[in-house]
Nanobody
Framework: QVDLVESGGGSVHSGGSLRLSCAVS????????LAWFRQAPGKEREGIAM???????AYANSVKGRFTVSKDSAKNILYLQMNSLKPEDTGTYYC???????????????????WGQGTLVTVSS
């Protein structure tokens, strides 16, 4: 049984901060790459932050310098610290396991990627 359970979403004003958490259980706790994706209303889901078991991280340009992904390996929790939030950060945020990461750093979800149920983040201006 695989479970990815996100929490921490909510509503904030522009410039505010939120920290999302994703509890990873089952064999996915050993997933080589975990990631955060988001889906804004009317838009496709996009990858925003990735964390590898080897400690590497990667970010989408839109969040670089504002968001930080981290893991508590002992507790099997993936975090996303989001600072300086903007209205365009509004969307549903999903935790993902079994993310693909290619040599050169390109990473993405494929048909085998496992998803959480999502948590809604709303940033008002």
């Amino acid at each position: 049984q695989v479970d990815l359970v996100e929490s921490g979403g909510g509503s904030v004003h522009s410039g505010g901060s939120l920290r999302l958490s994703c509890a990873v259980s089952g064999y996915m706790s050993t997933s080589r790459f975990l990631a955060w994706f988001r889906q804004a209303p009317g838009k496709e889901r996009e990858g925003i932050a990735m964390a590898g078991r080897d400690g590497r991280t990667a970010y989408a340009n839109s969040v670089k310098g504002r968001f930080t992904v981290s893991k508590d390996s002992a507790k099997n929790i993936l975090y996303l610290q989001m600072n300086s939030l903007k209205p365009e950060d509004t969307g549903t945020y999903y935790c993902a396991a079994k993310v693909v990461c290619r040599p050169g750093g390109v990473w993405y979800a494929d048909a085998l990627t496992q998803w959480g149920q999502g948590t809604l983040v709303t940033v008002s201006s």
